[in-house]
Each structure stands twice: as C-alpha cells, then as structure tokens.
C-alpha cells in the first residue's frame, strides 16, 4: 500500500503489523499550502486566531498542516475555526469569502491560483509546518507478515518503484502525458513530483514524524518507535 507517512505511523500506532519498505514522493515545494485571500490581511498565524479555516477532513493531513503552522508559532490552536469543506469548493469559498483561509491539495491550488491571479496569498507550504515531509511525505508499506514470507517480491517491488521514479525524473514531459492519459486530468494542472532519493527512508525523518504526531495528540507517547516502522533492507543502495 503506498500512502502517506502520517497514516502510515496511525495504523501503527493503533496496532496495525505493517512495515514501510521504500519512500515515494516528498514535498519541496508545498503538495498541500495553506492561502488566504490578497489584500485580507491575513499574512502569518497570528491572524488566523478567531477565523475560519476550510480543510477537506478533520483528521486529514491538511488538517496537520494548519496545527503544524499555527502551533509552531506558539498558537492555540483551539482558537482557530475549522470547517469541513470539499476540495473541489474550497478555492470558490475562499474567492466568496465564506471562509477566511484554506487547505489545498496542488492540483486544486495550481487550477484557483492560475484562474485567479494575484488573488490568494500564500500562508504556509506543507514542508514549512511539517518539516519532515520534505524528506518523508509518502511510503510504500507491506504487512510485517508478507515481508518476512515473501523478501524476493517485496525486493521486487521496490526495483520496480525505483526504476518508475528514475523514469519519471529523466522523461517528466512523457511523465505528464502518461499520468494526464490515465486520470484523464488537464496536463497543465499536474505537477510532477519529486521522489526521496533512491527510494531510501530517511531515518532522521521518520523519527521526526514520531515526534510531531505526539507533539500535536495524534498518537500517543512511545506508540510507535522512532525507528521501529520502516527498513532499507530491500532497497540495495540505500
């Protein structure tokens, strides 16, 4: 299963036998950022206290970011509004000024920032509130079961995952219009991404994950061990 790194520590944490095998994408540049409306006055964390923030779930990563930015900031987080919106209205309520700030997801920011230039003021990238995303965003995770069985497949599968983030690395206008084929989306909404290097999970990371998701009463304090979620033993290299 490839997913991102903060469920990945839940399902631990919540008892889930599961190890992470090889990191997938990582977020340099804000997969998920935080905007506000230009000209609202609304410029750093400070003044999202006592406004309205929209995020596609409670619970969700998005939902991370917005604690991540205003906590490290100090912030009391109970002090700001969250309001369940759909990812697909989000840009349309920010524009309408039914919320004061939002969560999106770069397929959705890159289609409302170009609609509507100069119209959104970016608050915060993902990897600026959490960190560790821009070294450990996605990973991809087998049963502690299965791992153990079935070594020569799992080593399989990370070769295979390499060789399609090499792929996309060095052909990212061929990776675009396969990726834009098979979703069926726009080509000039995707954004190619970029992948931990040679797959390997970045130790440090992970344990920076632990951190924050205690830090913020995701999971609780000793759940998951720092370094107990993860191994590089079936990606040669690493």
Not at 26 to 38: H, M, Q, V
Not at 77 to 91: D, E, I, Q, W, Y
Not at 146 to 152: G, I, L, M, S, V
Not at 195 to 204: R, Y
Request: charged share 20%; glycine share 10%.
């Amino acid at each position: 299963q490839g997913w991102g790194a903060p469920p990945t520590i839940q399902a631990l944490a919540g008892g889930a036998k599961i190890t992470t095998v090889l990191a997938g994408i990582i977020s340099t540049d804000g997969d998920f950022r935080l905007y506000s409306l230009a000209g609202s006055g609304i410029t750093s964390a400070k003044d999202l206290i006592g406004k309205t923030v929209g995020i596609h779930n409670p619970g969700s990563y998005a939902d991370y970011i917005l604690a991540g930015f205003v906590k490290g900031a100090g912030l009391d987080l109970a002090k700001v509004r969250r309001l369940t919106v759909p990812l697909p209205s989000m840009c349309q309520a920010l524009l309408s000024k039914q919320i004061d700030a939002v969560a999106l997801y770069s397929l959705f920011y890159v289609a409302c920032t170009r609609k509507n230039p100069g119209k959104l003021h970016l608050l915060a990238k993902d990897n600026d509130a959490l960190p560790p995303s821009a070294r450990l965003y996605s990973a991809y995770t087998f049963t502690t079961e299965y791992t153990e069985k079935n070594p020569d497949i799992v080593r399989a599968f990370v070769a295979g995952m390499k060789d399609a983030m090499a792929f996309i690395d060095k052909n990212p206008e061929a990776a675009t219009k396969i990726i834009a084929k098979r979703t069926g989306l726009p080509e000039n909404l995707l954004l190619i991404p970029k992948f931990a290097k040679g797959g390997c999970i970045d130790a440090g990371a992970a344990a920076e994950w632990i951190k924050i998701l205690t830090d913020l009463d995701v999971i609780k304090a000793g759940s998951v061990k720092p370094t107990g979620w993860f191994t590089n033993k079936f990606n040669p290299g690493c």
